[in-house]
């Protein structure tokens, strides 16, 4: 049997002009992960068209397409999926866009699955092959238990920077109202692991040092973090990763991860606005000192990857210079900045929908950078100027100079500067190496950057006082996150993890 599997790509991802580095950083996992329940015998295709070009005349027609959806590239997902049915070619579509609107897809595949496709990919493939598949599939049964290997030989490993990506868990604990990924895990478990001794196999499997872990939430459950990172020492690997407030400031867990190799850690702090976390129900940051958590990161020995949204309803016009200028004064190596975007199937959009308060439902446009919806505390011009003005600030010479300066030794002065500048200020040589499929040569100077951040320093340095406390709402003195759940989309906003 032939199949073809395709991650359709974002408009910017294929542009002639320019193309970031975030559409190159790691590979998805989502369509690697399904392929391994196919036998040997059959001939798979993974396309990913973030970082090669694909005409589907190119080639025979396959017997199966399988294409995974998210909300800004469902336009080309559809396209390709009539493509092909109008071929003859049966289509199956997943992902976390056709579990938040099956019947839209549903108009454009001869079968849709939503939720994880763990338990139901399985059943469907022994449906196609007996040519009784079914018109939909639902996942129930949340398990990683006897998943097959990854088919990490069908992955075009030079096309990525990390090509070590991987996923040891799915979904998240927490329950925040604008995430992308609860109506994908609802009617079964939302965050649930692997086996730990699973999980070390399958890093032994991976070449060279460095790993990029996927997952939303790392630190989640600590038990089974705790056996990962003991297992993991000593292996000689460094790691960026994902994590929440919370579990930053619990006891010993961030330490025994910087033992294993935790080099970077990305973290929605998500607001600088109290009001906002409650109302977007991120009660895990609720009452945080969020300086702390940028502090016990450092003082970890690991860099900080910040995620922060714009344009909650309690959002003013001051939000933007008050986020950049906090973060700087911190020393936060790189931030992200998003718009808020109310996706389909969240409790935001259900919310806002009510209220009368969505723009339109153009679903490429629902990436974070554009305003969709009818802010309350500013206009849509001054949310977009706003969130551009974040970025282009946060990233100016001088306020990297002064991030920098937040730290006490030189030799992290000099790895802030180094490791914030070229991520973004180097953006046309990324482009270059992504053009002429070189990128993965620049993977032995992020290992050595990654791995200079390992000098651990006490809390507070001698000689100097503490970094200065943060606004009163970012402490706990205020005054009052199978298909698209393998290497998909992180948590809500979380896409760009510097």
């Known amino acids: 049997m032939r199949v073809l599997m395709i991650l359709p790509a974002l408009t910017e991802a294929t542009s002639p002009l320019f193309r970031p580095i975030k559409y190159s950083l790691f590979p998805p996992l989502g369509l690697a992960t399904l392929a391994g329940y196919l036998p040997d015998g059959d001939d798979v295709r993974i396309v990913d068209e973030h970082v090669e070009r694909f005409d589907p ?4 027609l396959p017997d199966l397409v399988v294409i995974q ?17 109008a071929r003859g070619v049966f289509v199956a579509l997943g992902g976390l866009h056709v579990t938040s609107l099956p019947e839209e897809a549903a108009r454009h595949a001869d079968a849709v699955f939503t939720g994880p496709g763990e338990d139901t990919w399985p059943v ?8 009784e598949p079914l018109k939909r599939y639902t996942s129930k049964l949340r398990t990683l238990r006897g998943l097959p290997p990854i088919r990490r030989d069908l992955i075009r490993r030079h096309r990525y920077l990390v090509p070590n990506s991987i996923v040891v868990s799915r979904g998240c604990p927490h329950h925040c109202d604008f995430c992308y990924k609860d109506a994908f895990f609802e009617g079964g478990k939302s965050f649930y ?10 890093i032994e499997r991976l070449p060279g040092r460095h790993l990029y ?8 459950n600590r038990r089974f973090a705790t056996a990962l990172f003991d297992g993991m020492r000593g292996m000689g690997r460094v790691f960026q990763a994902a994590s929440t407030v919370d579990a930053v400031l619990a006891p010993e867990l961030l330490e025994k991860a910087f033992e294993a190799g935790l080099r970077s850690l990305f973290v929605g702090f998500e607001s600088v606005n109290a009001a906002g976390l409650t109302e977007q129900r991120k009660r895990q940051n609720v009452g945080r000192d969020y300086a702390a958590v940028v502090r016990r990161i450092h003082d970890a020995g690991a860099m900080v990857n910040a995620s922060f949204v714009f344009g909650l309803d309690s959002d003013g016009p001051d939000v933007f210079d008050r986020t950049v200028g906090w973060a700087v004064e911190q020393g936060i190596e790189t931030a992200t900045f998003h718009i808020m975007t109310p996706y389909p199937g969240t409790g935001l959009f259900r919310r806002i929908e009510a209220e009368g308060r969505i723009a339109h439902r153009d679903w490429e446009l629902y990436d974070t950078r554009h305003v969709v919806y009818e802010p309350r505390g500013m206009s849509p011009r001054q949310l977009e100027d706003g969130y551009w003005r974040a970025y282009r600030d946060f990233y100016r010479w001088g306020n990297l100079w002064r991030g920098a300066a937040a730290k006490e030794r030189l030799g992290d002065r000099l790895r802030h500067l180094a490791y914030a500048g070229a991520w973004k200020k180097f953006e ?15 993977l032995p100077l992020l290992e050595t950057a990654l791995s200079s951040f390992g000098a651990r320093r006490p809390a507070t340095p001698r000689g100097r006082r503490p970094p200065s406390r943060p606004p009163a709402e970012l402490s706990g003195r205020r005054a009052g996150g199978g298909w698209g759940g393998v290497g998909a989309v992180p948590r809500g906003y979380e896409a760009e993890r510097g």
């Open 57 to 60: 005349e190119d080639g025979a």
């Open 69 to 85: 959806v998210y909300v800004t590239s469902a336009r080309r997902s559809y396209e390709l999926a009539d493509w092909y049915r």
């Open 428 to 442: 046309r040589v990324w482009d270059a190496l992504i053009r002429t499929r070189q990128v993965l040569h620049a």
């Open 124 to 131: 469907f493939l022994a449906d196609f092959r007996r040519r």
């Open 213 to 220: 872990f996927l997952d939303d939430h790392l630190l989640g």
């Open 193 to 202: 692991t692997q086996a730990v001794d699973d999980a070390l196999a399958e």
